[in-house]
């Protein structure tokens, strides 16, 4: 299997992991580090002890961070450097992890799944408006959710 850790700035982890409980249900092999308040003195530690944990157990490891070029994802990158079978994937979504974490068991290879991350979460960011929805025949907008 392939392990998720999920990291970003504030309650960024907190609330994603949120959601996908709500949806999807505690996940296996997923884990989150927030970089946040009190605990960023020891972020960068306790993301190497998170992936290298995760590492021992699974056959690779994606890191969701929330913004390229920021804290999490730099850890995550010095980190990647020193353990194989590493992905970074940044611009993290809901619908990106709800997807992965549903069909992860079925990836080629790590690479592949991260190529799907990508694919997934950019296809999760849409424009939507009431006039555009009351023209469209196309059956994507469900009225009542997930």
């Known amino acids: 299997m392939i ?52 590492r021992e157990e699974c056959e690779g490891v994606i890191v969701f961070v929330d913004l390229l070029g920021g804290t999490p994802f730099n850890q995550a990158m010095l980190i990647a450097g020193d353990v194989d079978n590493i992905e970074i994937v940044t611009g993290t979504n809901l619908p990106m992890l709800i997807e992965l974490l549903l069909t992860r068991s ?31 025949d196309d059956d994507d907008f469900d009225e009542d959710g997930i």
């Open 106 to 136: 079925g990836a080629a290879s790590l690479a592949d799944l991260a190529e799907q991350a990508v694919t997934v979460g950019q296809t999760g960011v849409t424009h939507k408006s009431l006039a555009s929805l009351a023209g469209d």
């Open 3 to 54: 392990g998720f850790i999920l990291t970003g700035h504030g309650q960024f982890a907190n609330g994603l992991k949120s959601a996908i409980d709500m949806v999807a249900g505690d996940q296996p092999a997923f884990q989150i580090v927030p970089f946040e308040g009190s605990a960023a003195a020891t972020y960068g530690d306790d993301l190497r002890a998170a992936v290298t944990a995760m």
